[in-house]
């Protein structure tokens, strides 16, 4: 007898009685966690053999924080390997995925931005305005001489980053440019230096500097100096942004959000957060939304109109 996958090829020489064997495929489960507790429904945890797939569930946001997807390290504090709605493909063993919530932080990011245009404000410099080379608008800063400075007028809470174009009108790579700070506008510390070389001969070159680990000072470019002809523009300072940050525990069973009268004091709410209003809330005037449970009390009102539905 000749076997060739789950072929069989039998060539008796007399009559012969033949018995085949299965074994059992080998199954595999994919259990779901979700805020340490284990996430179970008509598809869960999935029991299947290797190279079947199946779609991960979508799960409700959380109080501030928002569903991100599924990863298989319990303690994540990055982007998800899948998103809520992706393809598993079973592999050759037992899996554990957990449910990641996300939240972000810290303030919307703002930009000043300064051309050496005549309605550019906040910002000082010893360039020369010109119009002979501008990388954006109509004019740039010209420098031809030495201790030149772009300085920001206004001390920064939370600068984020500095970018600038500088491009050099002759071979000279002579001197450099810095980035520097400090916390009272008098004495400079360096950040970075960039020498001249760093930059092209008749065109821009950015560059851009990270200023995250800084805190409540003022900015500026200095450029040590030669009489070599350089054009500086497209200078954009940051400050603040956005942070945002993962987990596997946003502790769902104890998010409760409430409202004063004017608005939620955690976000809205949601399938798994408790609501609690202590002030007026009218469907007449705000939408309608979805939570765990709701609470009213202090005096708290809840105005519910014909046409909408609270889902509890």
């Not at 507790?37 to 109080?63: D, E, H, Q, R, W």
């Not at 994540?76 to 393809?87: F, K, L, V």
Request: with cysteine; aromatic share 12%.
């Amino acid at each position: 007898m000749a076997q060739n996958g789950n072929q069989f090829t039998v060539t008796p020489s007399s009559p012969s009685q033949i018995q085949i064997n299965f074994e059992a495929k080998p199954t595999y489960t994919l259990s779901l966690m979700n805020d340490g507790a284990n996430y179970t429904n008509a598809n869960f945890p999935f029991v299947t053999y290797k190279g079947n797939t199946i779609t991960l569930p979508t799960l409700s946001n959380c109080g501030n924080y928002t569903f991100a997807g599924w990863d298989t390290n319990s303690g994540t504090t990055s982007i998800p390997i899948y998103p809520g709605g992706a393809t598993y493909n079973t592999t050759s063993g037992d899996v554990t995925s957990y449910a990641v919530y996300q939240t972000a932080s810290g303030t919307p990011a703002v930009t000043y931005s300064y051309g050496f245009e005549n309605n550019d404000t906040g910002w000082t410099s010893d360039a020369t305005q010109s119009n002979l080379e501008a990388k954006l608008g109509t004019y740039s800063g010209r420098i031809n001489t030495s201790n030149v400075h772009v300085t920001r007028t206004n001390i920064l809470t939370s600068p984020t980053s500095i970018a600038f174009s500088l491009m050099r009108t002759s071979n000279n790579t002579n001197v450099d440019i810095r980035v520097q700070v400090p916390s009272d506008n008098t004495n400079w510390t360096t950040v970075v230096t960039y020498p001249m070389g760093d930059f092209a001969n008749g065109s821009w070159t950015e560059k851009i500097t990270s200023l995250s680990s800084y805190q409540n000072v003022y900015v500026r470019l200095y450029y040590t100096g030669t009489t070599a002809i350089r054009y500086i523009d497209d200078v954009r300072l940051v400050e603040g942004g956005l942070i945002t940050s993962y987990t596997t525990t946003p502790n769902c069973s104890n998010a409760v959000t409430t409202w004063n009268g004017t608005t939620w004091s955690s976000g809205i709410p949601a399938s798994a957060v408790d609501a609690v209003i202590t002030g007026s809330y009218s469907t007449v005037s705000q939408p309608s939304f979805t939570a765990k449970n709701i609470t009213i009390k202090n005096s708290g009102v809840l105005e519910i109109t014909s046409i909408i539905q609270f889902q509890l």
